[in-house]
């Protein structure tokens, strides 16, 4: 103490207080921020980029209601009528229920003008209740609330702004998260853009989906019986087939439940029926698409997946062509296994990457696929060429088939690129276990839709695969072929698809090669605005492999996009002002709050891929 008094007449107390109380370090938010906040700080930022649409009658909800647990039942209907978009129907369908609970809720609920509560007289079924649900229903379009999940307050604005934006479409799906026995939100689901391979795995759509009313009536959705299961996927199967494609509002605004009678908690194990009505209703998708005499569905074969579904069917010989590389050894160990595989009409070795596109060419002139292999990559699985061709049937307008590059420890090299992931293009995949199943909310479970795949081990259209060539400048090894792949593909609104079930390692001495200045000023003046926008990677997740696939921050992706863009700009003279050039770049750096639209020649044709 009399230290300090005379410190104190010494040095004064200004100094003093300076000694005394020292000042903090400064505290850094967390890079990834716990789902909670991370939404509850999505919601707000919402507030700006989603203006309500002054549109009367735009949405019916529809619930059938079974004896629910009343207070699952009670925290629907309190998550409705807290929508800030104040205009809607609500149409709950009295399924047949006895528990005294439930019926007053449902008698309290129907008290506010905008619910018209009906008596389904017996118990109809998911199927039926929908149905008449929908014959009740009054607005443009409907949208199916389970009687034990709840929607976020301000999912209606959010779905009226886009789909305003986008000239309503007549079909739509959101993403969704799960709500844990706690109420505590979490696992969130950032789906991808309209993808018809995965959907064909597993119905992604679900939750929440957004129908147009009159044209769900046309098609007769909730009509047939066999659907009990899997009234989404049934209804998305019959909007496909005729030709809708819907579009993707990439916002998590409504919460599954997870309990002991829900599949969100237990899967199929909670209604066993589920399985043989996903098949049916599948089976007759296929039928209606014109695909069922060229591919099936078969059970996923992968544990725990009970429940989902993968694509198989015939396959064609191919011709494959092997790049050059590698070294004695390693071209050998490829020969011998070659030799084993399927479905193989010849193996062409090219001598030297100094082969040009048209010596290629003539190599498999007359081919309509081929298969890309390096040398240093030896197939783990034989029946490559099968699978390659199965997705590719199911969807005709693909053009490039890829599948898992594993190193001699199991660890993902890659499967499947997304744009602007580490730079230019990564998969987010990689560096994580080939088996780790729950990743990427399936991602090496299903067979999908992804923006690129490595050229090393690839089944690739010829023609497509010429245009690329000569447009590039690239050779069969150029690190740069798969952006080149990923730009020509989305510029000409084809797909690109992946397979966990075909998997091949790299030798554990490859160098990867380096990309060339000019080659990536060509590619990047060209292509550079895609950079910020996957259709199928979410813009919310992380672009670095540290946080592959968790909701970062909205600032710090994009401090990632911009180290990325410095970086790349270092070899380029005039990147930078380049890049200040392009209203596309300054407006997505500059303005977080701003909702994301791409605005490319495919986005006209085809609204699932209008929001980044």
Request: charged content about 25%; aromatic content about 10%.
């Amino acid at each position: 103490m009399l230290k300090s008094a005379g410190y104190l007449v010494r040095r004064g107390a200004a100094r003093l207080m300076r000694v005394l109380v020292r000042p903090r370090p400064p505290v850094r938010e967390p890079e990834v921020l716990p789902y909670a906040a991370w939404i509850a700080k999505r919601m707000n930022d919402r507030l700006e980029e989603y203006v309500d649409v002054a549109e009367p009658g735009l949405f019916s909800l529809m619930t059938p209601v079974f004896d629910p647990p009343s207070g699952f039942f009670r925290r629907l209907g309190k998550s409705i009528f807290a929508q800030d978009h104040r205009d809607w129907q609500w149409v709950i369908v009295d399924n047949g229920s006895k528990n005294r609970d439930v019926l007053y809720l449902m008698e309290s609920f129907a008290k506010d003008s905008r619910v018209t509560l009906v008596q389904a007289g017996e118990p109809r079924g998911i199927i039926g209740g929908m149905r008449l649900a929908l014959e009740h229903a009054t607005g443009r379009y409907v949208c199916p609330a389970d009687h034990d999940d709840q929607l976020y307050p301000d999912a209606l604005r959010v779905l009226a702004a886009s789909l305003s934006a986008h000239d309503w479409p007549v079909l739509a799906y959101t993403d969704e998260d799960k709500l844990f026995p706690d109420g505590t939100p979490g696992l969130p689901s950032f789906k991808p853009d309209w993808d018809p391979l995965l959907f064909l795995n597993a119905f992604y759509i679900a939750h929440l989906g957004v129908l147009d009313r009159t044209t769900a009536l046309e098609l007769g959705v909730y009509t047939d019986p066999e659907a009990e299961g899997t009234p989404d996927g049934d209804a998305f199967c019959r909007f496909a087939a005729a030709g809708h494609i819907p579009l993707h509002i990439p916002e998590i605004v409504y919460s599954w439940r997870m309990h002991l009678q829900s599949t969100a908690l237990r899967g199929v194990e909670a209604k066993p029926y589920v399985t043989r009505n996903q098949k049916h209703v599948l089976s007759r998708y296929l039928r209606e698409c014109g695909l069922d005499e060229t591919i099936t569905i078969r059970t996923n074969p992968l544990p725990g997946l009970a429940g989902s579904w993968r694509v198989q069917g015939e396959a064609e010989p191919v011709m494959v062509l092997v790049t050059p590389g590698g070294d004695h050894a390693s071209r050998r160990q490829l020969r011998d296994r070659l030799r084993l595989s399927h479905n193989i009409s010849k193996v062409c070795w090219l001598r030297s990457s100094s082969n040009s596109w048209h010596e290629v060419f003539n190599e498999i002139r007359g081919q309509q696929w081929v298969m890309l292999v390096s040398p240093e990559c030896l197939p783990l699985t034989t029946d490559f060429v099968s699978e390659y061709q199965a997705v590719q049937k199911a969807v005709p307008d693909a053009v490039l088939v890829g599948g898992v590059l594993q190193n001699p420890q199991g660890r993902v090299i890659s499967a499947g690129l997304a744009w602007g992931m580490e730079g230019l293009m990564e998969s987010p995949l990689a560096g994580f276990d080939a088996h780790d199943y729950a990743v990427g909310t399936g991602s090496l479970c299903f067979q999908h839709c992804v923006s690129s795949v490595d050229a090393s081990f690839c089944m690739v259209q010829v023609a497509f695969l010429r245009e690329v060539l000569e447009r590039s400048g690239c050779d069969l090894a150029d690190p740069l072929l798969p952006a080149w792949f990923a730009a020509v593909a989305r510029e000409q609104g084809k797909r690109v698809l992946f397979t966990p079930y075909v998997v091949a390692q790299m030798a554990e001495s490859t160098a990867p090669r380096s990309i060339n200045d000019t080659g990536r000023y060509q590619f990047l003046n060209e292509f550079g605005h895609w950079l910020t926008s996957d259709p199928y990677y979410s813009r919310f997740l992380g672009l670095t492999r540290k946080h592959a696939y968790q909701a970062v921050r909205p600032d710090l992706r994009r401090e990632t996009l911009q180290r990325s863009l410095s970086a790349l700009s270092d070899t380029i003279p005039d990147f930078g002002s380049w890049i200040g050039s392009r209203e596309k770049y300054s407006s997505w750096l500059n303005t977080p709050k701003k909702m994301l639209v791409d605005i490319h020649p495919e986005v006209k044709k085809e609204p699932s891929r209008a929001v980044a």
